[in-house]
């Protein structure tokens, strides 16, 4: 009989149960019995959710991040943490915001620490709390919430797999904060492990899923060795490891992981499905091998006649060896499609969310292990439903086709090169040395956001709801403007999310109602469903630009995101390449732009924040993907004047790696993140001559801290170090929809007051 997993299941609970919590306890409103109360009660309901499998993950449950979970099991807390007393809950919230909930009475409970880094799982759009480590760094084992967790599913008579990041994939993702060779630390991390294993033997877990993701990347001979010794190091422990590796193809690195010591391997067999074969003939009879055969990542649902055609020669080759999961964990998906009564019906007929996810494996298992005449109607109606999207005149445009087989290299070219269009940007919009301003969003209040959702729902009419979004943007004009921002913004008040907001009025793509997907801590997003060929039918934000306009004299941007951005963070139709998706998008995009400077616009940003992320995890197909990401952008941005200043904006990722194709984007300035990493970000600039405009984010804005004036005049100083001063913003490093204004005007006025201490030091 062939077993039945999965790698990890969405945390947040199908109406976001887990945000709603945290949000409330952070402000003091619930207590912190309560909050672990409703994890468990979620997790329980999970587990139950995954009934029928023949293991079920345990420790995937997490109330912020499972990286910084597992920072904690191993007892490796930043150093600025090390003195904290109290709630480890309270001190792990401090790690991973800043601050934990309101003050309480404990001695320091009001007071704040610098966040964790926060970057990109991957090529997700999960963010994780960066591991910090030092040549000093030591491990000390709390498995408490491992095992409170095993205890949890033991009673509800779960039968468990315990799931934990491996040791090198943890201090791969890490950064050394002092320079120090971070595989130094693996004898001391494998200590740890080693006893964590043990303890949760003791406790009757019998299969540990141990993540190492990091081998689908390119790995030099002293990672490859760093798994050697783990793996050799661990190889004596009471319970039996699975290796998982998922989001990539092993490649190179198969040979490894094949003959690692451990009982068993994961491959993600969606993205990796040429490993298979080069796998298997490697592998040790005596080993598991698991096959992710279900996409973890996308919602499309799976042609189970053709996975069957591919699995079941490998099942009479494996027999009981063979087993079957999703590609990765289903953190990356929705929970279930049937809570969906409001999405079209033929879109939804096409689809799968978490709960049908494992509704496929199980139907797959049942052929597998019955014959395919025991699930003969389902497979029937799987078919159907593929056939029907193939076939649907709703997914393919000719008109879009033929635009697209129009675009041009001079599409994506300025008119001048930078030297020239800056001075003429500087002659017309007449901004000071160090101009301010922020990224696009400010707070989503209550107001708001009742507003829209009266609106939505048909209790309150257009008029009455286009008054409400105006009002609350004329008043983040005023407040711009009585703190003394330089470049405004309109507040996006009328926007839910920054990627659905554009997707709801671009013909070719669909909304859920309940389809949320943790970004990161509380923050979920609701990833629009890119079908079919896209196409704009009319102007998106022209009159919320312009209506902000006319309420001041300074320049307001206008706000859009970028056709990279809409593709990595859209759930992406997988019947065409990538690339073409994002030129279609790249071309309504375009459009915008063009009316935006039409109606008088001179400032316009084009937030590219998931370039990054869209990258292969192996830099040797980087140039492939970098080519048309980059050109998609200069399609959309380079239709304008001169005087025409285009603005970027980029977060929380690595870029300095990528620092020459971020240039050849050739925006007139790039914001993006650099104030948790204290500048890291601007390392590259040592030895690249970055050619254009850039705004460091000075400001955390994932943080309720409120930043020192003199720690934004200490950042900027590190700043021009390396970039000149006469190119350098001042901004925040991201949106302020999620922070509060209570916060966000101190903040800025902080921000406002550096940039005129910066400008009367530098005598301008």
């Known amino acids: 009989m062939i077993k039945i997993h999965n790698l990890g299941f969405p945390r947040m609970g199908a109406r976001r149960e887990l945000k709603f919590a945290l949000e409330s306890y952070w402000k003091g409103e619930t207590a912190r019995d309560a909050l672990k109360d409703l994890g468990a009660r979620l997790r329980q309901r999970h587990w139950q959710d995954q009934a029928g499998l023949d293991l079920v993950p345990v420790g995937d449950f997490s109330f912020y991040d499972q990286v910084l979970d597992m920072s904690f099991t191993l007892g490796n807390l930043p150093e600025r943490m090390q003195g904290w007393h109290g709630d480890v809950l309270d001190n792990y919230f401090r790690v991973a915001r800043g601050r934990s909930a309101h003050c309480g009475q404990e001695h320091g409970a009001c007071a704040g620490v610098a966040a964790g880094e926060m970057t990109k799982w991957f090529d997700t759009n999960y963010h994780y709390i960066v591991p910090e480590f030092t040549a000093d760094t030591t491990f000390r084992l709390d498995a408490s919430r491992l095992l409170e967790q095993l205890a949890e599913a033991r009673a509800q008579g779960v039968n468990a797999k315990p799931v934990i990041i491996g040791p090198v994939t943890y201090l791969s993702i890490g950064k050394a904060k002092d320079g120090s060779d971070r595989l130094s630390l693996l004898p001391r991390l494998l200590h740890a492990y080693a006893e964590l294993l043990d303890t949760l033997a003791a406790q009757g877990a019998q299969w540990v899923q141990i993540d190492e993701p990091i081998l689908v990347t390119e790995l030099d001979a002293d990672w490859q060795h760093a798994f050697n010794t783990a793996y050799h190091h661990l190889k004596t422990a009471k319970v039996k490891l699975l290796l998982a590796t998922y989001f990539g193809q092993l490649r190179d690195n198969g040979y490894l992981a094949a003959n690692l010591p451990v009982a068993g391997l994961h491959i993600d067999a969606v993205n990796g499905r040429d490993d298979v074969l080069p796998v298997l003939n490697v592998l040790p009879a005596h080993k598991v091998l698991s096959l992710g055969v279900v996409n973890g990542r996308n919602i499309w649902k799976t042609d189970l006649a053709a996975v069957l055609d591919w699995l079941e020669p490998l099942a009479q080759r494996l027999g009981r060896q063979l087993w079957i999961a999703p590609s990765c964990s289903l953190l990356h998906v929705p929970v279930d499609l049937d809570s969906e009564q409001k999405l079209d019906a033929e879109v939804k007929s096409w689809l799968a969310f978490a709960l049908q996810k494992l509704g496929e494996l199980k139907l797959l298992g049942r052929a597998l292990n019955e014959g395919r005449a025991a699930v003969a109607a389902e497979l029937s109606a799987n078919k159907a439903a593929l056939d029907a999207r193939r076939a649907s005149p709703r997914v393919h445009n000719p008109a879009v086709r033929a635009a697209t087989g129009q675009i041009s290299a001079a599409m994506g070219l300025r008119n001048s090169a930078y030297t020239q269009r800056a001075s003429r940007q500087a002659a017309h919009l007449k901004l000071p040395a160090y101009p301010t301003t922020t990224i696009g969003s400010f707070p989503q209040t209550a107001a708001i956001r009742h507003a829209r959702s009266e609106f939505k729902a048909g209790r309150l009419d257009a008029a009455s709801y286009q008054a409400a979004m105006k009002a609350e943007i004329a008043r983040s004009v005023h407040e711009q403007e009585k703190l003394g921002l330089d470049v405004l913004v309109h507040g996006e008040a009328e926007r839910n999310d920054m990627v659905e907001y554009f997707g709801e009025q671009l013909e070719g793509y669909a909304f859920s109602q309940f389809g949320w997907v943790q970004s990161y801590g509380s923050r979920c997003v609701k990833p629009p469903i890119l079908y079919g060929d896209i196409r704009r039918p009319h102007a998106m934000t022209v009159d919320w630009i312009t209506y902000a306009q006319s309420l001041t004299d300074k320049p307001m941007k206008g706000m859009l995101t970028g056709p990279v951005t809409l593709l990595n963070w859209s759930f992406v139709r997988d019947d065409q390449p990538r690339s073409v998706s994002c030129r279609q998008l790249a071309l309504a995009i375009r459009e915008e732009v063009l009316d935006l400077e039409r109606a008088g616009i001179r400032v316009i940003q084009i937030d590219e924040a998931a370039l990054r992320e869209g990258l292969p995890l192996r830099k040797s197909q980087w140039p492939q993907y970098l080519d048309w990401a980059v050109e998609s952008f200069r399609i959309t941005a380079n239709g304008v004047r001169d005087e025409t200043q285009i603005h970027t904006h980029m977060c ?56 020192a004036q003199e720690h934004i005049v200490q950042l900027m100083q590190k700043a021009a170090q390396r970039i000149p001063a006469g190119r350098l913003w001042v901004n925040p490093d991201c949106g302020l929809k999620t922070r509060q204004w209570a916060e966000v005007i101190p903040a800025l006025a902080h921000m406002v007051a550096a940039a005129k201490t910066l400008r009367a030091s530098a005598g301008v």
């Not at 925006?667 to 390392?683: C, F, G, K, N």
């Not at 050619?691 to 309720?704: K, L």
């Open 652 to 707: 929380y990722s690595e870029f300095n790696d990528i620092i020459d194709a971020i240039a050849g984007m050739d925006a007139d300035v790039i914001t993006i993140e650099t104030s948790r990493s204290d500048m890291e970000l601007l390392d590259a600039f040592e030895h690249f001559q970055y050619p254009n405009e850039i705004g460091p984010g000075v400001y955390d804005i994932h943080s309720p801290n409120i930043p």
